[in-house]
């Protein structure tokens, strides 16, 4: 393999994680409050709310029911006024965090499900007031679980960012698509196949680590 | 200090409405521990969780303190509440905090400094007994361990009432006797006023003043405990008072037992005491009265406060049965011929 394409490939695989962190900090960034949102207008909990409720979670299943490789797409125009462009690493950043943001919902609000509702009542008995509770009790609570969902979102992610490669967003997708599958080049698709599966490993390897460092029940 | 007045609460559910709280009124004095009793589906988590408002009444006055939290908006109430404090059947510890930082998370929400903090829950820690746990996780508790650390952290905001909703019906007996010795001893610390609810007599009877009993939402019967214990007037009172009672026949008599008479067999006699001095003197009187010698097979004697009650069963020999059998009726409640012995 020369040097360029082994260049060409660490390149990739740096891209993939920049995406990857980076929409999935933005993609938590919506996603969280949206899933805590979600779980206290529920039924029964603090901030009941069915009409909220119902909107919301309406927006979250559209979004959710959009195939990714269409969103990139769809979403062209956005991207385009956001960051100028609809090609490359910081064009891909957009979709994916949008993308993500509903599955990191969902994600968050059946995490705060697990959560005994004793230990709501209890903290609502001792007279916390509903950010407290989200501070001090669900989030904390709830915080190996939340972990393992950040290692969901960001392997899927990881997926989702190769998927990009296709549609001109960069990183080890890219290079698959374009060397790999285009140029019928073998050595590089199965490399870049390595990569990412190496990538993913690191991920579920260090979120197992920091959910079970974290969970005291 | 806790007032409840005439209460109503009833749920919605798709296709019927449940009465939980009908028209429930009580009063509870400063210093005073207070149980509820009833079984379970009668009302009374629905009633302990009123009176801290987690359960809004539909009508009616809660007031705890002079203070009428039925009239408070939802932000007066939530600082209302830091001062009526709560212990859980389950605890409800947060697992993701050691012993020492859950007794603290009451302070924390008040905004209390560092060193306050840590000056407040080393006292707490010392007056529940678990020092030695402060770095702990409540999963590495036992059951009675967790509840103490609940209680601390109930105490933490020097509570001007505490809740216990069913404390100990998570404990196995012994544990159960050393929190309720614990509530008992807080109690008379802090003069802390303690309304209880449970469905066990055994805790009414080891640490309560005064009991009311609920049915069905409604309170059918409240007052003293001497007086429930020994006077008591509704069907569902004298149920839990027998179930504190349990006495069984021994197995050397179930078999010899028979249901008739058949001319010269002595019957087996079961009857309650009911806290009459008089009554104690039993086996005494029905000798000098009847020439009958009682032969004591099982008993159980119980003290609320000064009184005794409790239940015996005794075998009865001699000539003049059916005058001792009627005086028995006469004089002692729930007496009851079990069956004859040859």
Redesign the interface.
Known sequence: MSDSIINLLFQGTIETIVMTLVSGFFGFLLGLPTGIFLFLTRKGQLLENKVSHQIVSVIVNIFRSIPFIILIVWMIPFTRTIVGTSIGVAAALVPLSVGSAPFIARLVENSLLEI?S??I?????????PL?IIR??LL??A?PSLINNVSITLITLVGYSAMGGAVGAGGLGQVGYQYGYIGYDFAVMNSVLVLLIILVFIIQLAGDFLSKK?N?? | MIELLNVTKSFKTKNKTIQALADVSLTVEKGEIFGVIGTSGAGKSTLIRCVNLLEKPNDGKVIVDNVELTKLSDAQLTLERRKIAMIFQHFNLLSSRTVFDNIAFPLELEGKSKSEIKEKVNGLLELVGLNEKAKDYPANLSGGQKQRVAIARALANDPKVLLCDEATSALDPATTKSILKLLKSINQKLNLTILLITHEMEVIKTICDKVAVIDHGKLVEQGNIEQIFTNPQQEITKGFIQSSLNIELPLVYQNSLSIGDSGNNNPLVKFMLTGNNDQSFVISNLFEKFQIKAKVISAQLEYVGSLSFGVLLVELQGKNINEALAYLENEYSNTEILGYVG
């Open positions: 005994p004793g230990l009542e209890a903290a609502r008995s001792m007279g916390a007031k407290q001090k009790v904390p609570e915080l974290f005291h029940r």
